[in-house]
Every structure is written in C-alpha cells, then in structure tokens.
C-alpha cells in the first residue's frame, strides 16, 4: 500500500485547506482512512479517520467543528477539508490506512498510531498567526 499526502501549505489563521491521499497497491475500500499530524517536537497525535465504507467518521476533538472528512472509493483518495486553520494546527499531517474495522465501536477508538498500518509521507501545514 503506497498513501500519498498533498495539499499542505503556509496559510493564515482563519483560512482554510484541503488535503489529499492518494492511495495505490491496494483495495482501497477495505481500509479505514485516518489523518494524524506531528507538530515540532511533539508526538504523532489523531485527527481524523472515515470508516471502510465512508458510513462512520471521527474526529479529535481539537478539529471536531473545523474539519470534514471525506473518501471518494473511486479515486482512491482520502480529504481532509481545514476550515478556520489555527496556528496551533502546525504541523505535518499524515494519511494512514488501517483495516476496516468492521465493529463501530472498535472504529471509533482507533484512534493510536498502532491502529492504522499504512502510512503516507506527510505534508507540511504552517499557520501564520
């Protein structure tokens, strides 16, 4: 499985963006998707992840009422739609694909780095206050 992660960029607070992963080697529509991001100096932490099937989505609750999660199984890609970016959103965001977690609830507390077992290479995210 190959993730490619595009769309970062240096941007102002309040602005928004929207990233992309493209995947490749893989059934696409098998996999929950996830986004984490890893600010300097700090640890890889959960942003957002969309189920198997795009039926279930989770949010971390630092981006819950800013940010949409979508996949288009078609394009084998994944979206993470920014909206009012914070400087506190610095960080190099990275696109994971995980198994599909079929159980809900076991969806929704995948939420660690060891839950997904895939990743993308990363792209940078720089608010400016």
């Known amino acids: 499985v190959q993730l490619q992660a595009s769309g970062g960029g240096l941007v102002q607070a309040g602005d928004s963006l929207r990233l992309s992963c493209a995947a490749s080697?893989?059934?696409?529509?098998?996999?929950?998707m996830g986004w984490f991001r890893q600010a300097p100096g700090k640890v890889r932490e959960f942003v957002s992840a969309i189920s198997w099937n795009g039926g279930s989505t989770n949010y971390a609750d630092s981006v819950k009422s800013r940010c949409i999660i979508s996949r288009d199984n078609a394009r084998i890609t994944v979206y993470l739609q920014m909206n009012s970016l914070k400087p506190e959103d610095t960080a190099v965001y990275f696109c994971?694909?995980?198994?599909?977690?079929?159980?809900?609830?076991?969806?929704?507390?995948?939420?660690?780095?060891?839950?997904?077992?895939?990743w993308g290479q990363g792209t940078l995210v720089t608010v400016s206050s």
């Open positions: 080697g893989c059934t696409f529509s098998r996999y929950t």
């Open positions: 994971a694909a995980g198994p599909p977690y079929y159980d809900v609830s076991r969806f929704y507390s995948a939420r660690g780095a060891n839950d997904y077992d895939y």
